[in-house]
């Protein structure tokens, strides 16, 4: 039924197919008939994780990015997801950058993007949070970065603000500077602006009675003496949990036509070919580690094998989006059954 439906939604340019994959859903869960059709139904109690202090009710979550004003988390969370990830979201909204940006990649099932933090602000997507229904066990994530326009010495008061707009309505944060898609953004990845950064919001973190985790979202480009460098810094705070990966600018591998790549040009690639590097780097920070910090694996994740395979490697929750967008709902029920299976 999904291969039907996506083939029809890939006559479509990718952007305009999402939003209108987004309303086919919130469409299709207000009839009672189909949402009995196409609801998640409740998750076995096996595949609850206890996380960074949060209970989860299952592993698999919604990647930033596809959710990135908070206006349809609940309605992804009826299809499966155990918890959602809204944003990426900046303090002021911004329209991101020039259109086309989001392209695919179908022989390589993979997408690439240069999206740019589009989004509607952060108030628009906490006025939205306030309405969460305070009974759903979802666990909700707020993705935070920087508006474009804001030089990076100035950046930690771009993502304070975030954090305080949001801090009564996620369960969680995660600290983006690894998108390709905003200039200069991925040098805030480096050892000393990073560790400024983190320090000064888990400063502001402590000023509340219940303080939030905090994770970093890292990029899988990262050199072996930068990786080692994020597990400094995610001892020395000590770090929530890091989030593992975010986009390659890598071409390396891709079966696409190059001339259909150059006519593309630059932006983040997801889906696939980033699979075999997400695993690498999960499963070298988690060796640093020593399994004591949290990862939550994305990259790459197309079937239970994949999804397991992050977990193998160190993760100990995963998230989905290219492999949701190729592979549709069932991918989460299959991942589900697949650790259910393992026992």
């Known amino acids: 039924m999904y291969s039907f439906l996506r083939s029809l939604l890939f ?47 299952n592993p698999i979550g919604l990647a930033a990015g596809f959710d990135k004003d908070a206006s349809c988390f609940e309605e992804m ?11 990426t979201v900046t303090p002021l909204p911004q329209e991101g950058n020039p259109k086309p940006r ?15 933090f589009n989004n509607q602000g952060v108030v628009a997507a906490a006025d939205r949070l306030k309405k969460r229904n ?32 949001l801090f009564p309505y996620v369960d969680y944060f995660a600290v983006n500077v690894s998108s390709p898609n905003t200039v200069n953004l991925r040098q805030l990845q480096e050892k000393e602006p990073l560790m400024y950064l983190l320090n000064e919001l888990k400063l502001v973190n402590v000023t509340y009675p219940n303080p939030k985790p905090i994770l970093l979202k890292i990029a899988p480009d990262l050199s072996t003496e ?16 890091i989030i593992a990966t975010n986009t ?31 695993t690498e780097v999960i499963r070298y920070l988690n060796t640093k580690l020593e399994g004591k910090i949290p990862i939550v694996g994305v990259g790459g994740i197309h079937s239970k094998e994949d999804a397991l395979e992050k977990l193998d490697a160190g993760a100990t929750l995963i998230q989905l989006y290219t492999g949701f967008i190729y592979e549709g709902p069932s991918l989460i029920k299959a991942i589900k059954k697949a650790i259910l299976a393992r026992g």
């Open 226 to 241: 930068q990786l080692d460098d994020i597990v400094d810094i995610a001892k020395e705070l000590p770090l929530d949990g």
């Open 134 to 165: 305070k009974e759903s066990k979802l666990i909700v994530g707020g993705n935070i970065g920087k508006n474009k326009w804001t030089p990076n010495d100035q950046a930690v008061q771009d993502y304070i603000q975030s954090f305080n707009a």
């Open 11 to 57: 006559l479509l340019n990718p952007e305009r197919a999402h939003y209108s994959s987004v309303n086919l859903i919130k469409f299709t869960l207000r009839l009672p008939i189909l949402k009995w059709l196409i609801k998640s139904s409740e998750d076995d109690l096996k595949l609850s994780r206890r996380v960074f202090g949060i209970d989860f009710p």
């Open 77 to 87: 969370g009826q299809l499966g997801f155990g918890f959602i990830e809204i944003g």
């Open 248 to 278: 390659t600018i890598s071409r390396e591998g891709l079966r696409t036509d190059e001339k259909q790549l150059n006519a593309i040009g630059q932006g983040g690639l997801s889906g696939v070919p980033v699979a075999i590097r997400s």
């Open 102 to 116: 989001l392209f695919r990649l179908k022989k390589d099932f993979a997408l690439i993007n240069r999206m740019g």
